[in-house]
C-alpha cells in the first residue's frame, strides 16, 4: 500500500485517543501511514519487510528462535549487535532500542532511539511512525487481553559501528524518504 497522510489534526486525536501519555508531550510525526512495515522492523531499521517471529510470511532473521518472548527477541537483537543497558538515557556513540511488552512479558512493541538523543522513534502498528519524547508516552495497559504497548521492560544498546554495519544508514534513508514525503505534501 502506497503512504497514506493524514492531516496533522486527524493524526493528532486519533493518535492521542489511542495513547493518551503522548498528549502535552510535545511528539512529532514522522511518517505517513504505512503498512510495509511494523515497529518491530523499525526498531532494526527495516522499512520494507514486517518483522515477527511466528506469523508467516512475516521477516524474522535467519537462525534466530522464532519464540514470541522476552528472551527470543533479547537473542535476536544481540545477533545484531545489541547489548543489555542499564537505562534509557542517551549515550553517545550508541544507539539504543526499548522492548514493551505485558504483563507476561510478551513483547508487545518496540522503540528506537533517536540518533541524536531527541526522544524515541515508534512506528506505531498500521499508523505512523513518530518521535515521542519519552518512553512512557506510549505505555499503557499491561494486561495480556489489552491493545496497550504495555511498559518497558528491556532496553538495549549497541554501538554505531555495529549499527552502521547493520542498517543503521537504511534508517536514515527511511527518515529522509519521509521527509520528502512531508515537503512534497
Not at 97 to 124: C, N
Request: proline letters at 6%; glycine letters at 6%.
Amino acid at each position: 500500500m502506497p503512504p497514506v497522510f493524514r492531516s496533522d489534526s486527524a493524526s493528532r486525536i486519533d493518535l492521542e485517543r489511542r495513547f493518551p501519555n503522548l498528549r502535552y508531550s510535545g511528539w512529532r510525526r514522522k511518517s505517513p501511514l504505512n503498512t510495509d512495515y511494523n515497529c518491530f522492523a523499525w526498531a532494526a531499521c527495516d522499512d520494507q519487510k514486517l518483522w515477527a517471529p511466528l506469523l508467516p510470511p512475516y521477516f524474522w532473521p535467519s537462525g534466530a528462535p522464532r519464540e514470541l518472548t522476552l528472551e527470543c527477541f533479547v537473542e535476536t537483537f544481540r545477533s545484531m549487535g545489541y547489548r543489555s543497558c542499564d537505562d534509557s538515557s542517551f549515550q553517545f556513540g550508541f544507539q539504543k532500542v526499548a522492548i514493551y511488552a505485558d504483563e507476561e512479558m510478551t513483547p508487545t512493541h518496540m522503540a528506537r532511539q533517536h540518533f541524536f538523543g531527541r526522544g524515541w522513534l515508534s512506528k506505531l502498528g498500521n499508523l505512523e511512525d513518530i518521535l515521542h519524547p519519552e518512553l512512557r508516552n506510549v505505555e499503557g495497559d499491561t494486561a495480556a487481553s489489552s491493545t496497550d504497548y504495555g511498559i518497558v521492560v528491556r532496553v538495549l544498546k549497541r554501538n554505531w559501528w555495529a549499527a552502521a554495519r547493520c542498517g543503521l544508514f537504511r534508517g536514515w534513508w527511511a527518515s529522509f524518504k519521509f521527509l520528502l514525503y512531508r515537503i512534497a505534501r
